[in-house]
């Protein structure tokens, strides 16, 4: 399966993400920045379910760095003044510690879709699945298309660096239109 629903409560906002204390340093106050408890125990908590979750949903999906994945959040907050936005970043970094979704949240695309106010039961309902696009290409019958040529030309079998770009979603002068223009015939 490659989707996932997940739900969680509302994680420490990225207001709380880091916290600051003084320290001495060679006799000079140095400002060092950590994670507070509250931000640490959502992480662990949440990672653990992740990892509970993807195994009783089935979802198994073969990380490549080249996918990207849409998550899309649907916010239960408790009070109005609360800013669904400010809550992504711990919650995709305890996706992300999992490793069993995606290797970083580089590849994700997050989404609010809507907002709705719930005092006694907050939380995040989370939907995660891949985009259709893959690298600059629309849909994976684009990329397969434009492989399939790239199987006929010299640079193909030395690892083209064109195609290596275009998949990890480059953009180029060198491909015009779903054209590469260092496309060169191999010979037989």
């Known amino acids: 399966m490659d989707e996932l ?7 420490p906002s990225v207001n709380h993400y880091l916290s600051y204390r003084a320290i001495i340093k060679k006799g000079k106050p140095l400002a060092v920045s950590y994670k507070p408890k509250e ?4 992480r662990k908590s949440f990672s653990k379910y992740v990892e509970s979750e993807v195994e009783k949903q089935g979802f198994d999906y073969v990380h490549d760095g080249r996918r990207h994945f849409y998550v899309d959040g649907v916010f239960y907050m408790p009070r109005l003044d609360m800013d669904a936005n400010n809550y992504w970043k711990v919650l995709l970094d305890a996706i992300t510690d999992t490793q069993l979704v995606w290797r970083d949240d580089n590849v994700v695309c997050e989404r609010v879709n809507a907002i709705y106010y719930d005092p ?14 893959i690298g600059i290409f629309e849909s994976q019958d684009a990329l397969d298309a434009f492989v399939e040529t790239c199987k006929n030309c010299s640079r193909y079998k030395r690892n083209c660096s064109v195609l290596r770009k275009a998949e990890e979603g480059r953009i180029q002068e060198e491909i015009c239109d779903g054209v590469c223009n260092k496309y060169k015939e191999k010979k037989d």
């Open 5 to 11: 629903f997940l739900t969680s409560s509302i994680p």
């Open 39 to 42: 931000v640490v125990d959502y």
């Open 120 to 133: 006694l039961n907050p939380r995040v309902e989370i939907h995660i699945y891949p985009t259709d696009y």
